[in-house]
């Protein structure tokens, strides 16, 4: 048992208990379908506006771009053009196949020590795969969910959909019967890779180790947001006219409320607030923090170009010289070597008369 | 910084995509939110008055009544559904449920295509003798 996970598990357990008795037994629709979807949107926008806005005055004083190639020098040597950009065009394609393909991720490696002290690095590829498969599922399930919130459907999304819902699944038992409306693939992927992703926070110990509430509690949440979604789907099925028209009001400026929507809408959409208002205070912020990734996003010519720091300013400085010239006839009286004899005294001259005062 | 020309670019187009929705159903499609469709019935299906279950059960499930009927007659030849008050109805789309509601492009349709549901129904009971305009 750990607390960090339990107190997020409970947490999204109240936040489901809050919203489902809010509307079941409260009937407080407007303020869970109405209200906080509106106070979570604007929240959405300023904080993340405000954290790319505070990133944005960030220093950036240096080159400290990652390599993974041979940098650009002289002619005969190969450079690599992605790995090791010198020029923007290599930083844009490095950069899109980062955020959309995760490469350094891909690079993880696990560090193991065989056979007593020999140390290997081995590919660690299932977080990538991981990963990517929640990522990518996710933001299908996202576009997806432009049906909602258009009127007609635009041609792209409906391609979506039927894409996503290419494998006819069909499974009808006595209990659970799932076939019509077609089984999406995303949504089922999102469900599978999100648990991967909190299990292997569970079971591999030093993952574990490192893995805060702030982790746990968007995972549980972004769960609880798949599930409900396809439980509305596929089980406990919604009036999804109905829901379009909340949503749909939502998004022209004319809220409604209609009648007939099942509390676990409520839910879902309760649940989808929560994570957009507390997405800019999060690490869900690395949607727009990989954007300004300095190891990614800057062009690898540190031998090419000369990269002055930017608020270098003149410092005073007081040299040496300068040092002596002003302690000068002082170094000598307390008896200091001095670089160079004053100009005016001889010392010739000067012994003899300091020798006759001594007499 | 000349960084945060780029920044504040890229941020405007988040902007602009995180927006679209509303921008797509303010300017492009003005007027477009109406609200869901209304469910037109026939003579006969009002005269009926209850469907082969409630109504609020069939507005949500009535994707699988449908499924589960296909399955009984296709799989296993049963063509008698039963409902819960004990009134028999045969597993047709054509000829029950079409029977009532003849009214597919004003019953059926403008839900589906208010919700951008492509029902593969229509694939095979496309030619249905029962429908009336």
Redesign the interface.
């Known amino acids: 048992m750990n607390a960090k996970y339990i107190v997020s598990l409970l947490a999204v357990v109240v936040l489901f208990l809050l919203a489902y008795v809010g509307v079941e037994a409260a009937g407080l629709q407007v303020v869970f379908g109405i209200i906080i979807p509106y106070l979570a949107f604007v929240t959405f926008i300023t904080g993340f506006i405000y954290r790319i806005m505070d990133w944005s005055r960030s220093a950036v004083p240096f080159r400290i771009t990652t390599t993974a190639g041979q940098q650009k020098s002289l002619p005969w040597i190969t450079d690599d053009k992605v790995d090791c950009p010198s020029t923007s065009g290599g930083v844009v394609l490095r950069m899109i196949l980062e955020i959309a393909f995760f490469r350094s991720l891909f690079r993880n490696t696990r560090m193991k020590i065989k056979e007593g002290t020999k140390l290997s690095y081995q590919l660690e590829i299932f977080l990538w795969l991981g990963a990517l498969a929640f990522h990518w599922a996710f933001f299908t399930v996202l576009f997806r969910h432009l049906r909602f919130f258009t009127n007609p459907v635009p041609v792209v999304v409906q391609l979506v959909e039927n894409v996503d819902s290419f494998f006819r699944v069909e499974f009808l038992t006595d209990i659970i019967q799932i076939g019509v409306p077609g089984v999406y693939l995303s949504g089922l992927v999102l469900l599978l890779a999100v648990t991967y992703l909190f299990l292997r926070r569970i079971f591999v110990s030093n993952v574990k180790y490192i893995s805060l509430a702030s982790d746990y509690f968007p995972l549980f949440l972004i769960f609880g947001i798949a599930f409900t979604g396809v439980l509305m789907r596929y089980y406990a099925k919604i009036d999804v006219t109905a829901a379009k028209e909340l949503t749909m009001g939502l998004v022209s400026f004319r809220p409604t409320i209609p009648e007939g929507v099942s509390p676990i809408f409520y839910v879902h959409v309760f649940f989808v607030s929560i994570l957009l208002a507390y997405f800019p205070f999060s690490k869900l912020m690395h949607l727009g923090g990989i954007f300004l990734s300095p190891t990614r996003n800057m062009t690898t010519d540190t031998r090419a170009r000369r990269h002055v720091n930017p608020w270098n300013y003149p410092v005073k400085v007081h040299t040496y010289d300068e040092y002596e010239d002003e302690f000068r006839e002082k170094m000598i009286e307390a008896g200091l070597p001095v670089d160079r004899q004053p100009v005016d005294t001889q010392p010739a001259e000067a012994t003899p008369e300091e020798s006759e005062e001594k007499e | 910084?000349k960084?945060?020309k780029i920044?504040?670019a890229?941020?405007l187009i988040?902007?602009i995509i995180?927006f679209s929705?509303?921008l797509?159903?303010?300017f492009v499609?003005a007027g477009?939110?109406?609200?869901?469709?209304e469910l037109v019935l026939t003579e006969k299906a009002k005269a009926a008055k209850e469907c082969v279950r409630s109504t609020?059960y069939m507005?949500?499930?009535h994707?699988?009544v449908?499924?589960?009927w296909r399955?009984s007659v296709v799989r296993n030849a049963e063509r008698i559904y039963v409902n819960s008050k004990g009134k028999e109805f045969t597993m047709s789309l054509s000829n029950t449920c079409l029977d009532c509601h003849s009214n597919k492009a004003e019953f059926c349709d403008r839900?589906h295509?208010?919700?951008?549901?492509?029902?593969y129904c229509w694939d095979c009971h496309i030619d249905n003798p029962k429908e009336k305009e």
């Open positions: 910084m960084d945060k920044i504040i890229g941020l988040f902007l995180l929705p509303f797509y159903n303010i499609n477009s939110a109406q609200p869901a469709p609020d507005t949500a499930e994707m699988r449908l499924d589960l399955h839900c295509n208010y919700a951008s549901v492509r029902p």
